[in-house]
């Protein structure tokens, strides 16, 4: 099959979207997060055809939604914050569970970007915002001014911009990948300046949602804990 040929060839290894939630909450209750003492929030893009991943999420109770387009990170320290002041509080500490996941579709011909819409009889396109931005940087025609209107596109464009060199311009599939790294650094930033680490445990969960024809997958980029001050490498169990 074309779809599984493509998906292999980009992504080394991947999971259907309910493997990774039951292989992400196997490992982490071994570290002590569980529903009881957790909250988990998710930063994922608004698309619809996303939000089969913040159901399967659901094992936690109900998430923190902290998603923008292309699933940016846009909600900052007060959005963060605030999940973070939801958490139960369990043995005198909080445990905040955090996935960070943007997507791409791959259609069953193999074309990347490319989906079908239920009522749509024309192809289209996962992720949208990304692929409106590598339009205007394939054709030259790049407009960073904030559209108070467009808000959401305009700081995905500015921020995204910031790491991709000088007159490159990135398909859409390498364009995935920058957002993936930006989105989790992002994150991070802001949980290492407003995390007391004496208090709190946390989860870090990243990856690319990828939408096939058939059904969704995640491919996995960075999984870790810190819990007691130390990071852990979180391996899921086969």
């Known amino acids: ?26 490992a982490l209750s071994k570290l002590g997060f569980n529903a009881d003492n957790s909250i988990a ?10 939000q089969a991943m913040p159901a399967l999420i659901d094992v936690w109770g109900e998430a923190f939604n902290l998603s923008s387009l292309a699933g940016m990170f846009f909600a900052g320290q007060t959005g963060l914050a605030a999940a973070m002041h939801h958490s139960p509080i369990a043995d005198g500490k909080e445990r905040y569970v955090f996935y960070a996941v943007p997507h791409i579709a791959i259609d ?3 074309h990347l970007g490319a ?38 596109q305009s700081l995905l464009k500015r921020r995204l911009l910031r790491e991709i060199p000088y007159g490159h311009v990135p398909d859409l599939l390498e364009l995935t990948k920058i957002t993936q790294k930006v989105v989790q650094k ?16 946390y989860a870090v969960i990243s990856g690319i949602q990828i939408h096939g024809p058939e059904r969704n997958y995640v491919w996995v980029v960075s999984c870790y804990a810190v819990v007691n001050e130390v ?6 169990s086969e």
Do not use: H, P, W
Request: proline share 0%.
């Open 1 to 26: 099959m074309v779809f599984e040929y493509i998906l292999k060839r980009y992504f080394d290894r991947v999971y259907t979207e309910a493997d990774f939630v039951k292989r992400t909450s196997e």
């Open 41 to 50: 929030s998710v930063c994922i893009c608004r698309d619809e055809i996303s």
């Open 108 to 110: 069953a011909e193999g």
């Open 115 to 152: 989906c079908k819409r239920t009522g749509r009889k024309e192809e289209s396109t996962a992720c949208g915002a990304l692929n409106a931005f590598q339009k205007e940087l394939s054709q030259g025609k790049l407009n960073l001014s904030m559209d108070e209107i467009d808000i959401e």
């Open 186 to 201: 992002d994150i991070e930033y802001a949980l290492n300046t407003i995390v007391d680490r004496r208090k709190s445990d």
């Open 231 to 236: 990071m852990e490498k979180i391996v899921f």
